[in-house]
């Protein structure tokens, strides 16, 4: 069992071999251990692997030692004082701070020949309700307000940029203190990985806090995806929803079913049964079913609110791993890892109850060819031949094909980049930096597109990708 610590280290010689003689003594072997001192003066992280009892033991004695961060909701307030400009004008506002035991981590003002200064304060706060009581007693010495950091400026305080970065990303998204230590741990991984590859440590920060505001920007009214309407005759009538953030959503109507084709993030779930309800009037009793193209977060989103979720062998495999241990195939990969349990914590996630997922085809097997043919599905009278590609993208993902009306469902195999809205393209820009590569093998992928339409074989085909507009191929 592996175990991350965020240490508190003092900034002396023979601090880190205090934490590691700790551990030896205990029998834990360290894993993994990250400081960077121009990101954080003093945070370091120690993954230690060994017994539980062992690991439990090892975070006793590192609070002994005063290593470990304590508990409470701790952040940087980046506060404004309006003050007189003459000689003292600060010493009551310094005196009340003083009063509350509030550390100033950093102070900047200017004259500016108008007879006031406006003196800049970021101060670390342990409890909310304290600084609530400051606030109202400091706006009777003068004009305060709270305001955000400037982004362009350098770290406001790095002894503590590790919380305040992740207590910014819970505000914007509502999560809770749990949420916000996995935060840390993920994000610190990802700059450790990135800074091996020589990249800015600013810039993965910068990244994740991007690849959040998108994700909150695009909540309640604001909610906005572009839905497009496919009349296919037959009774057969297809919508797609194509949500600003996160995979499209598919909806196929034929002879009074509904099959929904991937479901999105978790994190826009009242926005997203809204809007269904207003498509579908009886959206909450008529007869339904999901089919997961793969077991990606942003596709997966949804799959607990229908009694049924159709999906191959290896998604199954996958999605029952997050059900059991929190981690599915993504996270296999230490390249992607971080990056999917940083989505999973924004977005909310939870993965479906085991007992709804129904295999349609495939086996834990790799197929022998790019995209093979792995079996027969039905649906609604409608007839699917299912094709598995070999992981290009994720292991478990499938390719659907209804000959009748030339429809294919391709998840992330193929998808139509050049008819994403632009807010599609600006979200759908962060991963590949912060995941290095959003496919677990580019190569092999471009192998399955390039296998894509000898499967499909000649005619006018309608695409539909786990992105982006449909797609009309033809093909000769």
């Known amino acids: 069992m592996k175990k991350t610590y965020v240490t508190t280290m003092p900034d002396h010689v023979g601090a880190f071999l205090k934490a590691s003689r700790s551990m030896a003594a205990l029998g834990l072997n360290i894993t993994r251990v990250s400081y960077n001192k121009a990101v954080d003066t003093h945070t370091l992280f120690i993954e230690a692997e060994g017994e539980p009892e062992r690991l439990d033991l090892a975070t006793e004695e590192l609070r002994k030692i005063g290593y470990l961060q304590s508990g409470g909701e701790r952040s940087v307030l980046l506060v404004e004082f309006k003050l007189r400009d003459v000689p003292g004008g600060v010493s009551g506002v310094l005196e009340l701070i003083a009063q509350y035991n509030f550390n100033i981590s950093y102070l900047s003002s200017q004259e500016n020949g108008t007879g006031w200064q406006s003196f800049k304060m970021g101060l670390f706060v342990e409890q909310p309700e304290q600084f609530s009581r400051f606030l109202h007693a400091a706006s009777r010495l003068c004009s305060v307000r709270v305001i955000d950091y400037d982004k362009t400026e350098k770290i406001l305080d790095n002894s503590i940029f590790y919380i305040s970065f992740a207590s910014e990303l819970a505000e914007r998204l509502d999560l809770g203190e749990e949420s916000r230590t996995d935060l840390i741990i993920n994000a610190n991984q990802i700059m450790q990985m990135l800074d091996e590859r020589n990249e800015p440590f600013h ?3 910068d990244y ?21 309407e496919y009349p296919m005759g037959d009774d057969l009538h ?18 009074g079913m509904y099959l929904f084709v991937d479901t999105g993030y978790a994190c826009y779930r009242r926005e997203t049964l809204a809007l269904l309800r207003s498509l579908i009037p009886d959206f909450d009793t008529c007869r339904k079913a999901a089919l997961v193209t793969h077991a990606d977060v942003d596709h997966c989103g949804l799959l607990d609110i229908f009694p049924a979720v159709y999906l191959s062998r290896k998604s199954r495999d996958s999605l029952v791993m997050e059900y059991e241990s929190g981690g599915g195939f993504r996270e296999e990969n230490p390249l992607h890892a971080p990056y999917a349990r940083i989505c999973k914590i924004l977005t909310s996630y939870r993965p479906p109850r085991p007992e709804t997922l129904r295999v349609i085809a495939g086996t834990g097997k790799k197929p022998v060819q790019p995209i093979e043919r ?52 600006f979200y759908n820009h962060y991963a590949p930096y912060l995941m290095t590569s959003v496919d677990t093998d580019s190569a092999l992928c471009a192998l399955e597109r390039k296998a894509l339409p000898e499967i499909l074989g000649s005619g006018v085909w309608q695409v539909f990708g786990g992105h982006g507009l449909c797609k009309e191929l033809t093909i000769s």
């Open 208 to 228: 994740i806090r991007g690849f959040a505001e998108a994700l909150a920007d695009h909540r309640g009214a604001s909610f906005q995806p572009r839905i497009t």
């Open 238 to 255: 297809i919508t797609l929803i194509e949500p600003p953030c996160g995979s499209n959503i598919c909806i196929l109507r034929h002879r």
């Open 374 to 425: 792995v079996g027969s599905w039905s649906f609604g009278g409608l007839d699917f031949e299912v094709y598995e590609g070999q992981g290009g993208h994720l292991p478990g993902e499938l390719v659907l094909v209804e000959r009748r009306h030339r429809l294919a469902f391709t998840g992330d195999i193929f998808i139509n980049i050049k008819g994403m809205t632009p807010e599609q393209t």
């Open 203 to 205: 810039k993965t920060f």
